[in-house]
């Protein structure tokens, strides 16, 4: 039985434990509120940051030559800044290392003087009193960084940037192209294999609370991948040479520019594409936008005499001629549809061959053996052998013109039979003649080896595209034909290399006016061969952009016989081993 006296003890403890439980029941309602129900929105209410930190920048890819050599590449520069107040509120304290005295270590890193470093800080307050920014030097080497950094003066300040170098100057600097100010690729090589060279930046990510704390454990780092390294068909080498011999040759013809193009036969690789004016990424400032460009890939010209070849070629396959087939030709002479076609000298009408008329680069003689096929035939080998095609996707290349047959008239019946009428650039040039002396197999050009990831993955340029665009034949009888016009023709003492036999042909454009015309008495010039003709081996092209010393092809003989020359040189091709067969005859 319960008393009065132990009731009152056991209803307080009764009532104290309610008042508990009922004050647990809140928190646990609350908890619940915060944690499950209303957890999103207290969280996001709770952070000042989620998931953004400081991006973490990749490093662009480098480029190279055939052999490794460096021609593009990325180091991180610095940029050094002085805070002109900190400098004065320190000298009032006594600092550790006055101002003088430290003006001088740091223009003995960053090549100046320490009057000149005073004046920077000396000027800035001078226009005002709380100046806290001056610059002090850009782009800052690591070892000049590091020297600065040890000094540990507080008002010194520097910030890491990368910057794009190019450490062959203008060695193929038209070929590797440039980066505009904020890294973006502009031109060549850069813009071409950007999905390469490119890097794919990092992120270090956290979360903060609202007192600019970060939460422990909520870290995350995603590195930045580098980009790779492109490689490239070209020989630095070779290329420095060609540039400085055809910057000689085009200023001593008094030319606008000029170009040299090497492609490998029996692969389609272009070895060297050198020009004048030779683009230096490292100053584009030196020279006008209009020269930013390569003239190998952005220039498209009526290739002339150059193109007869591909013209014999269409008569040999499609009318069943032979070097040895003959027409009657004039110098002058005027054709049933009212055409005039004119050669470049004046002659009695010669009975000429076939090879003749390419040895004395005949406009009539082959205007009458292009004629000997269709039109339609003619087109579709010009196509065959490239003409308005592109070569390797170079960023902005031109591809020249070819005009459907519909639109050829009477004059350009003939015209087109001789290199007019149609525009080609030198690379198509080179890939025209590459198949002639590869045994009429057509390869594509290439200018690109292989792109190499971060992780040392190599990946092969995809395979040049390989066509039989004429026999073996055509191919064999063009070749002894063009051989015959570097022993007979005109420019045959000026283009000898010693130990090999070389084939050639020239061409002679007239420069259009801009007004439908073409300018008088200007031309763009070239000449092109390969050797050795017992073995082809490589591809010479050279042009000349409106020669005024010499104004016919005859000015490229020189820079074409050196250029040959050297590339044989490099390659240590093995000079001819098998004689040269018997002339042939240019009239019957």
């Given at each position: 039985m319960t008393?009065?006296?132990?009731?009152?003890?056991?209803?307080?403890?009764?009532?104290?434990?309610?008042v508990i439980l009922s004050v647990l029941a809140v928190f646990v309602v609350r908890l619940v509120d915060i944690q499950v129900v209303s957890a999103d929105e207290h969280v996001n209410d709770s952070l000042k940051h989620i998931g953004k930190g400081d991006s973490i920048s990749g490093q662009r890819g480098t480029i190279v030559d055939a052999s490794g050599t460096v021609l593009a590449s990325s180091v991180m520069v610095y940029d050094a800044e002085l805070s002109p107040l900190v400098i004065t509120e320190l000298e009032k304290k006594d600092p550790k290392?006055?101002?003088?005295?430290?003006?001088?270590?740091?223009?003995?890193?960053?090549?100046?003087?320490?009057?000149?470093?005073?004046?920077?800080?000396?000027?800035?307050l001078a226009e005002n009193a709380e100046s806290q920014y001056v610059q002090l030097k850009k782009s800052l080497t690591t070892d000049q960084y590091i020297e600065l950094r040890d000094l540990k003066l507080a008002y010194l300040h520097m910030t890491a940037r990368e910057t794009r170098v190019y450490p062959n100057g203008a060695v193929a600097g038209n070929i590797v192209g440039f980066l505009d100010g904020s890294g973006k690729a502009q031109a060549g090589i850069e813009k071409m294999e950007q999905s390469c060279l490119a890097p794919v930046n990092g992120e270090e990510s956290y979360r903060i609370g609202k007192d600019g704390v970060v939460i422990p454990g909520s870290e995350r780092t995603v590195n930045a991948v580098d980009g790779g390294t492109v490689q490239l068909t070209i020989n630095s080498d070779l290329n420095w040479y060609l540039q400085q011999m055809i910057t000689e040759e085009a200023q001593k013809q008094g030319a606008k520019g000029g170009t040299v193009t090497v492609v490998e036969v029996k692969t389609g690789k272009i070895r060297a594409a050198a020009e004048w004016p030779a683009l230096d990424p490292n100053d584009?400032?030196?020279?006008?936008?209009?020269?930013?460009?390569?003239?190998?890939?952005?220039?498209?010209?009526?290739?002339?005499?150059?193109?007869?070849?591909?013209?014999?070629?269409?008569?040999?396959?499609?009318?069943?001629?032979?070097?040895?087939?003959?027409?009657?030709?004039?110098?002058?002479?005027k054709f049933p549809n009212g055409a005039v076609i004119n050669d470049a000298f004046s002659h009695a009408a010669y009975n000429y061959t076939l090879a003749g008329a390419l040895?004395?680069?005949?406009?009539?003689?082959?205007?009458?053996?292009?004629?000997?096929?269709?039109?339609?035939?003619?087109?579709d080998y010009l196509q065959r052998f490239g003409v308005g095609k592109d070569t390797i996707g170079f960023p902005t290349e031109v591809?020249?013109?070819?005009?459907?047959?519909?639109?050829?008239?009477?004059?350009?019946?003939?015209?087109?039979?001789?290199?007019?009428?149609?525009?080609?650039?030198?690379?198509?040039?080179?890939?025209?003649?590459?198949?002639?002396?590869?045994g009429g197999e057509k390869i594509d050009l290439s200018l690109i080896e292989s792109c190499t990831k971060p992780d040392g993955t190599v990946v092969a340029a995809d395979a040049p595209k390989h066509e039989q665009i004429v026999t073996e034949q055509t191919a064999a009888d063009l070749t002894r034909m063009l051989e015959n016009v570097a022993v007979q023709g005109g420019n045959a003492e000026r283009i000898q290399v010693p130990g090999y036999r070389v084939t050639s042909k020239t061409g002679t454009a007239q420069?259009?006016?801009?007004?439908?015309?073409?300018?008088?008495?200007?031309?763009?010039?070239?000449?092109?061969?390969?050797?050795?003709?017992?073995?082809?081996?490589?591809?010479?092209?050279?042009?000349?952009?409106?020669?005024?010393?010499?104004?016919?092809?005859?000015?490229?003989?020189?820079?074409?016989?050196?250029?040959?020359?050297?590339?044989?040189?490099?390659?240590?091709?093995?000079?001819?081993?098998?004689?040269?067969?018997?002339?042939?005859?240019?009239?019957?």
């Open positions: 008393t009065r006296a132990t009731r009152g003890p056991r209803r307080r403890t009764v009532v104290a434990l309610a290392v006055p101002w003088d005295e430290a003006a001088d270590k740091i223009a003995a890193v960053t090549g100046q003087t320490g009057d000149e470093v005073r004046a920077l800080v000396a000027n800035a584009l400032g030196s020279m006008t936008a209009d020269d930013w460009g390569s003239e190998i890939f952005h220039h498209d010209f009526e290739p002339g005499s150059t193109f007869k070849a591909i013209t014999a070629a269409a008569a040999m396959e499609g009318a069943g001629l032979t070097p040895l087939s003959t027409v009657s030709a004039s110098s002058r002479e040895i004395d680069s005949s406009n009539v003689a082959l205007s009458k053996f292009g004629t000997t096929v269709s039109p339609e035939v003619r087109y591809s020249g013109t070819l005009h459907p047959v519909s639109e050829w008239d009477n004059q350009s019946l003939y015209t087109t039979t001789f290199g007019q009428f149609f525009t080609v650039t030198a690379a198509q040039v080179a890939g025209a003649y590459q198949a002639i002396a590869n420069v259009p006016d801009g007004k439908g015309g073409y300018k008088a008495g200007v031309y763009y010039t070239s000449m092109v061969g390969f050797a050795p003709v017992d073995d082809p081996q490589y591809v010479v092209v050279v042009t000349l952009d409106e020669p005024t010393k010499v104004v016919s092809s005859v000015a490229t003989a020189s820079a074409f016989q050196k250029a040959m020359t050297q590339v044989m040189k490099t390659y240590r091709v093995m000079p001819s081993s098998v004689p040269m067969d018997e002339l042939l005859p240019k009239f019957e």
